[in-house]
Each structure stands twice: as C-alpha cells, then as structure tokens.
C-alpha cells in the first residue's frame, strides 16, 4: 500500500512540476512598422511595448527549462530592417545571421520533435514586409499567402494556446 501512494504522489509531484514549467509566448504588433514580434520573457515584453508595439495575444506556451528533446528559442534582430526573427532550428539561426541578425536572447524552449499535446510552431516570411512570423495557431498556408507570408519551416514543438 504504501509503494502505491508514493508513486502516485510522486507522479503528482512530476505533473505539477511540468505544468508550471510551461510559459505563454505572446505576440506583439506594430502597425507603424506592419511587424509581429513573439517573446516569452520579461525584458522582450518591455523592448515590445518600449518600441510602441501592443500585445495581440498569447500565442502558445513554451517550456522555461530545458528539458531532454528540446532547444532554445531564440530571438535574433535585423537594424537595418528593424525585424525580429523568433527560430529554434540551426537553419533559421543560420540563415538570419546570414544576413546580419543578432542574438538577443533565449526566450524558453521547444521540443524538436512532436510529442503529446504538442502542436507545430510554424515561421512565415513577409519579402514585401520584410517581416518574420511565427505562430503556432492553427492557420494554413493560404490564409498567411494572402497576407503576403510564404511558409519557411516548422521551428519546433509547443502547447497551444488555451
């Protein structure tokens, strides 16, 4: 009797240690400079709303810690453009520093692969905007085609939004 209610104490204990490690990566918008940017930390909230964006919503949530099966996602900013680019995978970090962003910060972690109660966090690319999207709400390709966004890669794996 009492092997079981350690387990289901201890199961308990690990359910509600991986709940509170979840955190809401929120969507900002300027439409001065028709840009998104998604950040999870507190010091991207404040660079967001220093710049004049506005909070849309919360988008996904993310995981704080990293956890075996995920990798950090980052924030990266374009002067010249005045663009985020909010990507996990070494080929978006790759190709953003490519053309001269910068790291800022890690904003939390995704998992690599999909697991349960995950959904794809998929990024866009605006050429006419020269905005980065990134978004793990259900939209399908049409629907960012015809708001002038190509879909680039899935960037990761995250909770969705309640």
Known sequence: MKKIVLLVVFGTLAISSFAQT?????????APRGDNF??????????ALAAGYTAARIDC??????LTGTRPLK??????????????TEQAIDDAESVNYV????????????VAGTVPL????????QDNFITALPINDQTMANEGYRFV???GYVFPAQ
């Open 103 to 114: 790291h800022l910060r890690t904003e939390g972690y995704v998992y690599t692969t999909q």
């Open 153 to 155: 890669r899935i960037e």
């Open 61 to 66: 949530y993310i995981l704080k810690d990293n």
């Open 38 to 47: 998604s950040t999870a930390t507190d010091q991207g909230i404040c660079d």
């Open 22 to 30: 979840r955190i809401p990566l929120k969507l900002y918008w300027s």
């Open 75 to 88: 924030t990266l900013w374009h002067a010249q453009r005045a663009d985020n680019i909010t990507a996990s």
């Open 122 to 129: 998929k990024l866009y690319w605006s050429e006419e905007r």
